[in-house]
């Protein structure tokens, strides 16, 4: 559970920010199961709404500038809620008595919550109307000079006006202002409803630009433009702290333009004081870290693999962050000399044990990560990994959880490979037409992105690109792409979910365990030490011998455990047994495990684990299947599907397609 005292602390700059294009996101089919009105389950990812908002268009430099800062609730993933929206609903009730504190007001007066006719408005009734939903929106929203505004209440509910026209829907929410952090902002509750009733969908587009646009016209409207005074004196903050940042900036390409052969004087840089200051600060920080050397009199000569180098210095200090944050979280405390990084251990390492936690490393919440576990080996293994989409299979799991860690080798992209394959057909050279003649069925923009991926590889050097546009492809493509891909350390570490219990619950669950198969000498503990966590593994299993006692599933005569000869198959059974009953008492639906070869279909409503896989659960009529979960249905959660299990694997399909299956599977469901 994150601490609500942390959405009070702003890292935004509020100085010029260049355009970002919007991402590309694929728009999921709308479906319906039978009887059943048609709705949308995601609630965020979407291109959809807010059509009359240019969402990506440059910003006046001129205007007041905003920070907006936007969080998604499930309920049914946080504060331990289960169905029901339970959790949701306690989790909300903190975080308004949270936004509601007193002595945040303006003058430390009291907080008085508000929406968009009161001036006092009741939060715990709007707690009870969102006690049913699926999720709701946190939204802060900090404007540059805030504290000059006359009344931010009315700011808030014309700003809300705007993004219900916006949004096509009207909008159920709370909000309270806060002066406290030095940064007069609101703290904003939306409901997750429309007013049709269907889950609310904001698009991600949206929230990154849109709302953040309607905020800065609203306060540049009440506030008048930005001064030119205050503008300069953002570049300034700007450029002083680029100067000092260990990553690479606008500074350094300003040096490479300027630059003859890797070599910058001092009388190429601009005259203008406000810049050339900052770069010759640059200039003398790239000097202390070895990355400039000067070689004369204002002159110095730049380190050919500046930006490679820069990257991998950002890298460590960001890693380095990211592992105090790691530490931070054991309160009994890590001794440093136990820290050991995956990546700079031998190419076939391994590390096997508990989860300690994974934290973001950077300022992009889709990766990279590092996760941290505490090894069987006695020491505290670090790893990166490249995009939180790799982490999927650890939503939900225990904290302790059992894991193993492992090197891998940077994977190839799609476009990368698609382009090889075409080059080779065409003497090792690519082209728009070539890949058209080669793929017919490939659109235009499609081929326009291998074209882009090619043009960044020419920029540092792997491929040539000729006069009429034909890219030159070398034949060590690939293995040139990977080394590019692994740069700066940036490697990405395999991780594989053993158990997604601890220990402290291993020791009695009902169903096989990783503590089992190491006691029986079925895992791999080569690297197992006697102290640390290799101590508490033979603590937790002279509780497990009592548990397995009690289960019947062996004997302690005291001369040592005697396991039964399929005492395997008699955890598995009772794990089984405990999983469908828990089902059954948690949804009042009969539960069944699909068998290898059924035909199923079901609205896909949760996940559940046991210790050696996880299995998604369908819903159709007053039934709930068990099929093999995989990772790519989470994109299709509360929708329809229908599929037949293969063995491990459910080969399924959603949206049109799963409506069709499931008129034609009707009569045999119904049997």
Known sequence: MSD????????????????????????????????????????????????????????????????????????????????????????????????????????????????????????????????????????????????????????????????????GTSLDWIAAEHHDTGHAHVHLLVRGKRDDGRDLVIPRQYISYGMRHRAEEIATRELGPRLETELSRDLDRRAERAAKLERQTHLDELLRERARDNEVRLADLPQEGRIRGPLVQRLNRLEDWGLAQRTDAGVWRLDPELEDKLTRLADVRDRERATARLLAREDRGIERERLRELEAAHSSQRATGRLIGFEQIGDDPRGPHLIAIEGIDGKVWTARVATREQLRELDGVERGAILRLERSQPELKPADRTIFAIARESGLAYSAELHAQTIPTDRVNYIEMHERRLEALRRVGIVERTADGVFLIPENYEERVRQHEARGARQSARVTLIDPHSLEKQANYRGPTWLDRVSMGLEDTSQLAREHFGREIQDAWSKRVRSLDLMGVARDNGDGLRLNQDWQRQLRQLEKENLLQRI?????????????????????????????????????????????????MDRAFNQLMAGRVNGRNFDFKVGREAEKALKALTPWLGR
């Open 4 to 167: 609500p005292r942390q959405d009070d602390l702003f890292e935004g700059d509020f100085g010029r920010r260049k355009p970002r294009a919007p991402e590309p996101t694929p728009k999921a089919p709308k479906v319906r199961s039978a009887g059943e009105k048609r709705v949308r389950a995601a609630w965020y990812n979407r291109t959809r709404g807010a059509r009359g908002v240019k969402l990506a268009e440059a910003r006046d430099p001129t205007s007041q500038k905003v920070i907006i800062k936007t969080r998604v609730v499930v309920h049914d993933k946080v504060g331990g809620g289960g169905g029901g929206g339970g959790g949701g609903a306690r989790s909300m009730m903190r975080h308004t008595l949270y936004v509601e504190r007193d002595g945040a007001g303006r003058d430390g007066s009291e907080v008085k919550v508000f929406d968009e006719e009161l001036d006092r408005a009741d939060g715990a009734a709007f707690v009870d109307r969102c006690a049913d939903d699926r999720h709701h929106f946190r939204i802060i929203i900090s404007p540059e000079n805030g504290i000059e505004m006359e009344n931010l209440r009315d700011y808030t509910r014309e700003l809300m006006d705007r993004a219900e026209k916006d949004l």
């Open 584 to 632: 059954e008492r948690d949804t009042g639906r009969v539960p069944h495990f699909a068998r290898d070869g059924d035909r199923v279909a079901g609205v896909f409503v949760q996940r559940v684990r046991v210790a050696e896989r996880s299995f998604a659960v369908l819903f159709h009529e007053r039934s709930a299947t068990l099929v093999p979960w995989r990772a790519e």
